[in-house]
């Protein structure tokens, strides 16, 4: 479980194939002062999807990721050199700044426009309808792991409002319109739906 307050901007290093199908490995820098200390097997979400590590050095960590994992997320996009928002495994006692995130993207989403709204921007997301329905205006939504705010919804899509602060401590800062991105939807809505067999 993550709490979508981003902790860390890393750079995805390498990319290489594993064995004969279609999984990857990825190599990801992480400017954490403790990286060397993450155990083989934490789970750390990466742009709001989480991975295994299955290697550490002083600079970083390596993770496996499945061909159903490409399918569904951007990782497929990704290449040397992307920025990637981080952030550790939530443990009992730190604090909750966010939301419930579990990590498990939900779909793709595309940036639609970024719009200057007082001290803010104001991003409009593209989801489609299946998603759409399910994000609702004050309600949370992690994009790209980031636990953030609905303010508006429409049928396909939704907007958040991004700080300073925060577009300066994640890959906001690097976001642009016509881009995809990771959404995650509120887990409360995900299990509503279920129930009520939508």
Request: net charge negative; glycine share 12%; hydrophobic share 45%.
């Amino acid at each position: 479980m993550f709490t979508g307050i981003i902790t860390a901007l890393g750079t995805v290093r390498a990319i290489s194939p594993i064995g004969e199908g279609q999984d990857m490995r990825l190599e990801i820098a992480a400017p954490w002062d403790d990286v060397a200390s993450i155990a083989i097997g934490a789970s750390i979400a990466c742009s709001g999807c989480c991975l295994t590590a299955i290697g550490v050095d002083a600079t970083g960590f390596a993770a496996q990721v499945s061909a159903e994992t490409l399918a569904r997320t951007t990782l497929g996009d990704w290449r040397p050199g992307t920025r990637v928002n981080l952030e550790r495994s939530l443990r009992l006692g730190d604090e909750l700044g966010g939301h419930i995130v579990s990590g498990h993207v939900d779909g793709v989403g595309e940036a639609i426009e970024a719009v200057a709204d007082e001290g803010s921007t104001r991003w409009r997301f593209r989801v489609g309808r299946e998603l759409a329905r399910l994000i609702a205006v004050k309600g949370s939504v992690a994009v790209d792991g980031v636990s953030l705010t609905v303010n508006a919804v429409d049928t396909d899509g939704f907007a958040v409002n991004i700080i300073p602060h925060t577009a300066r401590v994640t890959g906001f800062s690097l976001l642009r319109p016509g881009e995809r991105v990771n959404i995650e939807i509120d887990m409360l809505a995900r299990y509503v739906a279920r129930l009520l067999g939508q």
